[in-house]
């Protein structure tokens, strides 16, 4: 078999399809919660601590000098970066409890009761007996 044909049906199998779409997806749906933390969230959190956004916040190391840069440690676009990943990792979270209940939902009406084995219907004949002996009486 030639290496060709093998990575072709190596790249062509379901799952390796389904994890590129999947990251393609991700990518796309990390950008939508960037932007929502960014330009939803946090103006109104910075609006409450202050009016500060929280990307501005940052320490100085080094200052410049001359033609070298100043040194900066940006730990407010740090805290943007955990929300973001917050607000993500719940997303995803909701996401797969939805997809479960679905399936869940799914497997249920999907299964059949299984059939009442012998003892199960000599049972029910008797109790339906014992009631119509019990409705004459």
Known sequence: MSLLKEFREFAMRGNVVDLAVGVIIGAAFGKIVSSLV???IMPPLGLLIGGVDFKQFAWTLRPAVGDIPAVVMHYGVFIQNIFDFIIVAFAIFMAIKLMN???????VEAKEPPAPTKEEVLLSEIRDLLKEQNNRS
């Open 101 to 107: 209940k679905l399936r869940r939902n799914n497997e």
């Open 38 to 40: 960014a330009d939803i």
